[in-house]
């Protein structure tokens, strides 16, 4: 059956980083429609005839050039950012190239990932020699067809030219290329004869996104293909017992009511090791239509009866548990530095504060959903999805199936933030389409992604501090967390290395709600406590905010400590450019900052907050952003990708809370589930460090810093301090806001 998106890709285009027999190494990359608005494509390029240069590149007869992209595409821009590099060692002319995603190759290519703000981090070198070794082929081609040697001839904007000054443009030769042997230690070009990097291109989809053309999964179909909607226990501990379907068969478009739940007992039962799987044990129902709106209205018809497996929780026991966790002395030391002890035993002055935070769903625009198609022969899975390996290593143990039958083709996502690393949905899919031997695409609703999905835990930390002298002396930060705590290398994020005397450790209640990664794991949460946390330091010792951070970071530069994972020239750099930047220490009147800065990711982020008072409640009127990412490869897309990290961050923090009763969520849409309005969102100026580092990523470090720049300013403003997110919910209790 003929999709109505084209997913007709060659395998072999599909490769990752990979070392060829010459020793060459090249890495698959991809875009899809690459050019600037006012610059018009002359012809159609997708089109055109190419020809394949080698696994990652095609180039057509008259120089355009096609490149594929293994990684994910969830709004990060790696789609756009990823080719930008290869195209800039091609030499290339960006207008020229189109960009189309890759399918799942896990043969050739290597972590086909969205996560963990890694995809150019990873990649920057390999791409860089993909480019670099495909022009010195074409440029070798060249002279061999001119009889000359290839060291006098240069290559700029896809035209080779000999020292007699003819010239060959990059289709003339591509075939003849496409047969060389790879050579090997290419020259790189030097900074500052970017012409591709460090410049502004668009987003190579926004054609697609804003006229509405098939892209995202839900625009994915094939002819003969069912809607399938599924019918999961509403309170996470209970099961199915029993259902009646009898109105929903009713219901025109409807073709069955089937159950799904024995592949995934038999799947779990294997003991399948995967941190991307969050399964439940139980049945569930299933309907099977030609269209959503019958799927999902005869499912509303369905009468079913859930029983209890395991203790129905609510939120006031989570509460409970975290707290008691905190007083508790089961924990995991992650870090431990000199006698924290002994520090707080001599200190003059002791602080102590505890920050709390809840559960969180993903709330990505586009619900979840996949195509499966099982047959005797093949899987054909397509959707969104932010581990596409996982999806393939899960579906052939679901079915007992050779990975090799499996085929895994990306759709770009309406949202990711971490939900679509787990694979349940399209496990979901699967067995589904297995059962009923047809193709079929599981979509769901709203509803069903804030009730039955994977959330962000809710934590709380408890941070200690001991003053002797007007110095910190101590720090002692414990966190209690539901299902699992942040991982070992956030103990080592500042302020480690800066005080003498230093403790981090993690405990954990164990809940069968369903928890995972949420944009920024932890830290999403753990930058608010600690930089609220340390403003109140700055008070106490009667020092500026910032001058505190400046004056602690001196103590990493040129540590010793090689668990020590931020540096700190960079981070005090970034932080001396945001205090330049957001005018601290002399705001307008009546405007009230407060200040954050932050390391994840790699990446070094400080954040002001400008706050104003309208009739005594406090409006955020602007942020400004400095960020040390190494070399910024698209500034556009960078921009963007931190204005949406700082008002994701000031939504959640502001508004965002979660709750369960009985294992059942109290929030199903968005009428009572707060999010940041429009009206609300502040101006965002981002201004990057300069550097000729190698680059980092910038999905997620933009977040963790506002919500502590937020606070604090909110403190400026009103003398008021928060340890609760949502912010809105102790400002009502206060009666500052109504």
């Known amino acids: 059956m003929k999709p109505k998106i084209n997913t007709n890709f060659s395998r072999r285009n599909f490769l990752k980083t990979s070392v060829l027999a010459s020793g060459g190494l090249l890495i698959g990359f991809n875009f899809l429609q690459a050019c600037k608005p006012e610059a018009k494509m002359p012809v159609d390029i997708t089109s055109l005839n190419f020809n394949d240069f080698n696994a990652f590149i095609k180039i057509s007869d008259n120089g355009y050039v096609t490149i594929f992209s293994p990684n994910p ?32 190759d896990t043969k050739n290519f290597k972590r086909q990932v969205a996560g963990g703000s890694q995809s150019i981090r990873q990649s920057w070198s390999a791409l860089r020699q ?62 500052k004869d ?59 478009g409807v073709i069955d009511v089937i159950t799904i739940g024995e592949k995934a007992r038999d799947f779990l039962a294997k003991g399948y090791v995967s941190w991307t799987v969050a399964l439940s044990e139980s049945d569930k129902i299933v309907v099977l239509a030609t269209s959503t709106w019958a799927a999902i209205k005869a499912k509303k018809t369905i009468k079913a009866v859930w029983k209890e497996a395991s203790k129905l929780e609510s939120t006031e026991l989570h509460h409970q548990k975290l707290i008691g966790a905190l007083d508790g002395k089961k924990s995991n030391v992650l870090r431990e530095d000199g ?106 609703t709203r509803e069903d992604d804030m009730t039955t999905g994977v959330y ?29 705590g942040m991982y070992g290398s956030i103990s080592n994020f500042f302020p480690a290395g800066c005080i003498p005397n230093f403790k981090v450790e993690t405990a954990t209640y164990k ?69 330049e930047k957001g005018n601290w220490g002399n ?28 009739e005594g409640i406090p409006v955020i009127q602007k942020v400004t952003v400095a960020v040390d990412c190494g070399i910024v490869v698209n500034p556009t897309g960078a921009k963007n990708q931190v204005e949406g990290g700082v008002l994701d961050g000031i939504g959640h923090a502001m508004f965002s809370d979660f709750s369960f009763k009985d294992g059942k969520p109290e929030y199903k849409n968005f009428d009572k589930y707060r999010l940041i309005r429009m009206q609300e969102t502040p101006k965002v100026d981002v201004y990057f460090v300069k550097s000729n580092l190698s680059p980092t990523g910038l999905g997620e470090p933009g977040l963790p810093p506002a919500g502590g720049a937020v606070a604090n300013a909110i403190h400026a403003a009103l003398g008021k301090r928060l340890y609760q997110q949502p912010f809105i919910n102790q400002l009502q209790k206060e009666r500052i806001l109504g």
């Open 194 to 252: 970017f012409t591709i990097i460090g410049k502004d291109a668009i987003n190579v989809d926004i054609d697609k996104i804003i006229t509405g053309k098939p892209l995202f999964g839900l625009d994915y179909k094939t002819e003969g293909m069912l809607y399938a909607s599924v019918l999961r226990p509403p309170s996470f501990g209970q099961v199915l017992a029993s259902f009646d379907a009898t109105k929903a068969k009713t219901i025109s």
């Open 587 to 614: 705001p307008t009147q009546g405007v009230y900052q407060g200040f954050a800065a932050y390391y994840s990711h790699n990446t070094h982020v400080a954040e002001i907050a400008d706050i104003i008072l309208k």
């Open 339 to 444: 006698n924290i002890n002994k520090a707080f035993k001599e200190a003059d002055t002791v602080l102590e504060k505890t920050y709390s935070s809840p559960f969180l769903p993903h709330n990505c625009m586009e619900p979840m959903n996949f195509y499966a198609n099982v047959t005797s022969d093949k899987i054909d899975l397509v959707g969104p999805t932010q581990t596409p390996s996982e999806v393939q290593k899960s579906v052939a143990v679901l079915l007992d199936r050779e990975k090799e039958d499996i085929s895994v083709t990306m759709t770009r996502m309406g949202g990711g933030f971490g939900r679509r690393l787990y694979a349940d949905f399209a496990i979901e899919a699967a067995e589904i389409s297995n059962k009923v031997k047809k193709p079929i695409k599981m979509v769901s």
């Open 73 to 104: 595409e969830i709004g990060q821009g790696v789609k756009t950012s990823m080719p930008m590099i290869i195209a800039e060692e091609l030499d290339v002319e960006w207008r020229k190239v189109n960009v189309s995603q890759g399918v799942l």
């Open 511 to 579: 809940s069968n709600i369903t928890t995972g990664a949420w944009r920024a794991p932890y830290t999403n949460f753990l930058a608010f406590a600690e930089q609220s946390f340390f403003d109140e330091l700055a008070m106490e010792l009667k020092i500026d905010p910032i001058q505190l951070r400046l004056d602690l970071l001196q103590n990493v530069i040129n540590t010793s400590d090689k668990k020590i994972q931020y540096s700190g020239e960079r981070m005090i750099n970034t932080i001396k450019l945001v205090r």
């Open 456 to 484: 962000k835990p809710s934590v709380k930390y408890r941070i200690k501090a001991s003053l002797k002298n007007n110095t910190i002396t101590g720090y002692h930060l414990k966190e209690a967390a539901i299902n699992s």
């Open 130 to 191: 993909t480019g670099a070794t495909a022009k010195q082929m074409l440029i070798n081609a060249a002279a061999i067809k001119w009889n000359v040697d290839a060291k006098t001839c240069t290559a700029s904007k896809g035209i080779i030219t000999n020292a007699n000054g003819a010239t060959f443009g990059y289709g003339d030769v591509v075939k003849e290329a496409a047969l060389l042997e790879v050579p090997e230690n290419v020259k790189l070009k030097e900074l």
